[in-house]
């Protein structure tokens, strides 16, 4: 990833306002040395230049920057226990939002949405996570996975670029989709374990085609 993602994140915030995985409520960030870059707190689409950017200090934090969204606290967290995060993209993608409803967790029923995570975890706790404490505990819920769910609250989805952030939470929409299809027919037969580690040694190059594909002009 570029050491400055500005332009970057710009892009993917207009691409997640116009996928239908967002409404006035989501973020994108990236990385940039001791800091993270965050869209501030306003709908996707208003966010246009990368001057609009918020500045968010991954050491310890007492207090969010000034225009930051609250939930920057997610951000903040899931950056200081993933070292290998690039990137974060959190929306309200309506199919993980129904999963998270009956299960505890989604599995990867088919190849893209082992991409997504398999399994991805449900954050249980339908709250906005608008303190450290709670940021740190959605954190821990993630783990290494992925993506995650959020109860009731929508989903996020990491990634070595903000674009493949995104690309990564339109396949966990699409992962939680096909599962809920399955689930309304019979039980669900997820991937095996070689199946999986088939798709998400791939998952690079992939996610950065579909990016490619999903980024609007």
């Known amino acids: 990833m570029s050491d400055d993602p500005g332009g970057e994140i710009v892009d993917a915030a207009r691409a997640l306002a ?16 001791d800091a993270a870059l965050i869209t501030p707190a306003a709908p996707m689409a208003a966010v246009t230049s990368p001057g609009q950017l918020v500045e968010l200090p991954l050491g310890d934090l007492g207090e969010l920057p000034a225009g930051a969204p609250k939930e ?19 929306g309200q993608a309506p199919s993980p939002l ?19 995570g398999a399994p991805v975890p449900v954050f249980p706790d339908a709250r906005l996570v608008r303190e450290r404490d709670r940021g740190e505990a959605l954190a821990a819920c993630l783990g290494a996975a992925p993506s995650l769910i959020m109860r009731g609250n929508g989903a996020l989805a990491t990634g070595s670029s903000p674009g493949r952030a995104f690309a990564r939470l339109h396949l966990l929409e699409r992962s939680a989709d096909t ?5 309304a027919a019979a039980t669900p037969r997820p991937l095996g374990d070689d199946e999986v580690a088939f798709w998400q040694a791939a998952a690079e190059e992939l996610l950065g085609r579909l990016w490619n594909h999903l980024r609007t002009d």
């Not at 920057?72 to 226990?81: F, K, N, P, T």
């Not at 998270?100 to 990867?108: G, S």
Request: net charge positive; proline share 3%; charged share 15%.
């Open 18 to 33: 116009a996928s239908g995985l967002v409404d006035a409520f989501g973020h994108v960030s990236a990385r940039r040395g």
């Open 98 to 116: 129904a999963v998270a409803a009956v299960a505890d967790e989604l599995p990867a029923v088919l190849g893209q949405g082992a991409i997504a």
């Open 72 to 90: 920057a606290w997610i951000h903040w967290a899931v950056y200081r226990a993933r070292p290998d995060v690039g990137a974060i993209c959190r």
């Open 179 to 183: 599962w809920l299809r399955a689930a």
